[in-house]
């Protein structure tokens, strides 16, 4: 599969029938990690940069007590809306990692794996923009910091059915920070879909680029 070259310039798109919403919070403010998760929810809404925006604003607020947070992640799965998609994309989905820091060091994202069985599986990075808060009396740069990155990456679907843990490294000071487990169920919505394991010679690049769109919009361009 040809790679989609990284840019950094902001799209628009359509809407998404079935996007798992898998938000998990992982806040370093102190030793020992302090961790919080989300409620996942299933939506019918696009995921676009002002619902993540909102989504970080809401955390900010919610954990302003143990500001400053040195970093934290959150993170969205877009699965194939059907079978027939699962097969055009070749049994990828994506996923949408946002991370915060106030460390300007620490980003851009330096990897996004899976680890499954004892063995690590790292996910092919697709587009990051990288961009700085510039409010100093914001609440999300007093809470998380000026600089954020936010990145998609080609996510296959099986392993969503897989007992796992995700991933992040940051590009400084922290690495294998776990930002969800993938406890090995079957959620309802995903039920029509294969536990096919993606073929490496299959080309994607065409569908991948339309799915983006309308599952992401307002965040890259193609």
Not at 20 to 41: H, N
Not at 130 to 150: C, M, N
Not at 164 to 193: H, Q, S, T, W, Y
Request: proline share 5%; aromatic share 10%; hydrophobic share 40%.
């Amino acid at each position: 599969m040809r790679s989609i070259e990284v840019n950094k310039v902001w799209p628009k798109c359509l809407i998404v029938v079935a996007i798992l919403v898998c938000s998990v919070v992982m806040v370093s403010a102190q030793d020992p990690l302090i961790t919080v998760r989300t409620e996942s929810k299933w939506h019918a809404n696009k995921v676009d940069n002002a619902s993540m925006n909102k989504r970080i604003a809401d955390a900010a607020e919610q954990y302003k007590e143990y500001a400053p947070i040195p970093r934290i992640a959150f993170y969205d799965i877009g699965f194939p809306k059907d079978k027939a998609e699962f097969e055009e994309l070749n049994g990828h989905g994506l996923l949408l990692v946002s991370a915060m820091s106030q460390d300007e060091s620490e980003l851009s994202i330096k990897k996004v794996s899976v680890m499954v069985n004892g063995k690590e599986i790292e996910l092919k990075s697709l587009k990051q923009l990288l961009v700085k808060e510039t409010d100093p009396e914001s609440r999300i740069v007093k809470t998380f910091g000026s600089y954020r990155a936010d990145a998609l990456y080609l996510f296959p679907v099986y392993l969503r059915f897989e007992i796992a843990e995700l991933l992040i490294d940051f590009a400084a000071n922290r690495k294998g920070m776990k930002i969800a487990d993938f406890e090995g169920n079957d959620p309802n919505l995903l039920k029509f879909l294969p536990r096919t394991k993606p073929d490496s010679k299959k080309s994607i690049d065409e569908p991948m680029k339309r799915f983006m769109k309308r599952e992401y919009p307002g965040y890259f361009d193609n």
